[in-house]
């Protein structure tokens, strides 16, 4: 995995997924990645849900481009260590999380952890029986699939 970081570190690119379906196994990466690297943190799930209970419905997803915008800028340039990502796919939101996630990095560089797989070149969030299961074909971002 650490090759693979020092490759991303040194690339153009702005977003980077560590991808596995063991929630266990992504926060012992995310553990050895704070320990290795010193990396600013943010757990979304735990501090989004506080900005959102605040938040009427219909005005949610809106707020949470807003306030994901906002933290990663607070954290710039990054790398950003992001885990918790679950909220992103509440199905109230109507959010695409892959794509917020791309277009956050453009404001600081984020390393996300991601509970799912990549395999032929499709991504995956969560297994196909979870209700939040999601696919893309062909994302256009950089992902570690994790052993």
Not at 45 to 71: F, K, T, Y
Not at 93 to 119: F, H, I, K, N, Q
Not at 121 to 147: C, F, K, S
Request: charged share 25%; proline share 8%; hydrophobic share 45%.
């Amino acid at each position: 995995m650490r090759d693979r970081i020092a490759e991303f570190k040194q690339s153009s690119h702005t977003c980077l997924l560590l991808a596995h379906p063991d929630i266990g196994r992504l926060a012992g990466a995310v553990k050895e990645l704070l320990q290795a690297y010193g990396w600013p943190y943010l757990s979304i799930g735990a501090e989004l849900a506080d900005v959102l209970l605040a938040e009427m419905p219909a005005h949610r997803p809106r707020r949470v481009d807003r306030w994901m915008r906002e933290r990663a800028g607070a954290l710039s340039p990054g790398p950003v260590l992001c885990s918790e990502i679950a909220l992103l796919f509440e199905p109230s939101l109507a959010l695409d999380p892959l794509r917020m996630l791309r277009e956050t990095s453009r404001v600081a560089r984020l390393v996300v952890a991601w509970p799912g797989e990549y395999r032929d070149n499709v991504l995956t969030y969560a297994v196909p029986a979870h209700r939040h299961y999601r696919a893309w074909r062909g994302p256009d971002v950089l992902i570690i699939p994790l052993e």
